[in-house]
Each structure stands twice: as C-alpha cells, then as structure tokens.
C-alpha cells in the first residue's frame, strides 16, 4: 500500500455549528469548506493543518452511522483517513493480507475524493480510511 500522507481526521460531532467557536475561534483554524453528503447522511466541516485536514462529521439522520457512533461513543475521533495512489489497488492488498473490508470498492466521498473503509477489528480497532484524488 502506498500511503503518502495523512489525509485528515474524521472527528463526530453532534453539530458543526457548535463546534466551530472552538476550532476557529480558541484553534485559530479556518473552516473553508462544509458539504453534505447526501448518501452517507452527514454534513462535513473542513479546517487545514499543514498538509493534513481535520472534518468534522455531523449527522443528518439518527440512522446514520455517524449518529450511531455519537450514541454508542459520544463524540470524538471517529476514524484516520490515509492518502493512497489507488484505492482499488489498496483494498486489493489489504484484503490479500487479512483485513476485513467495509468497501469492497471506493465510492464517492466528501471533496471529491474517492473513499473506502477498512473494518477496526482488523485495524487495531482504528476505523481506517482509504483516500485517493481522482485527478492526481
């Protein structure tokens, strides 16, 4: 797997709206984007730092797995996104080496990215997430 770079950190919220005093204003972050991606039912939040991003996640639904993870959790980190060259070819090989795939190929995510997830109990109990720029 070809890992480049951390993408972001995926961190659950219960809203952005309430989240952001605390990123822009005690973090000095600047949001510069916020997209709702309608088949995931969550609303993200981005904020740069350095070449890594943080999204804060919102649910949309109290069916969305990002509502469940609130209620099962609370909020906080939710999972680690990696930037690969291929998220195909990735989840070809970390099936081959044992690991329990979410995705069994990428579909569309939050920027335009292509995405895919690896299941935590074969990750060390970390939600990993596969990302690769279509135009790169």
């Not at 952001?20 to 005690?26: A, K, N, S, W």
């Not at 510069?32 to 995931?40: R, T």
């Not at 469940?68 to 195909?88: P, T």
């Amino acid at each position: 797997m070809n890992i480049s770079h951390i993408e972001h950190l995926g961190i659950a919220v219960k809203s952005i709206e309430e989240s952001l005093p605390y990123y822009e204003g005690v973090l000095g972050l600047k949001c510069y984007n916020i997209e709702v991606v309608e088949d995931q039912k969550v609303k993200t939040a981005f904020f740069k730092v350095g070449q890594t991003k943080i999204e804060l996640l919102e649910p949309t639904s109290p069916d969305s797995t990002i509502a469940k993870f609130i209620e099962k959790k609370g909020e906080g980190i939710h999972h680690i996104a990696f930037s690969v060259d291929s998220v195909a070819a990735s989840l070809a090989e970390a099936e081959s080496k044992g690991v329990q795939l979410i995705d069994k190929a990428p579909r569309p995510g939050a920027e335009g990215l292509n995405i895919a997830f690896l299941h935590p109990k074969s990750t060390c109990s970390v939600l990993t997430e596969l990302c690769e720029h279509p135009n790169k």
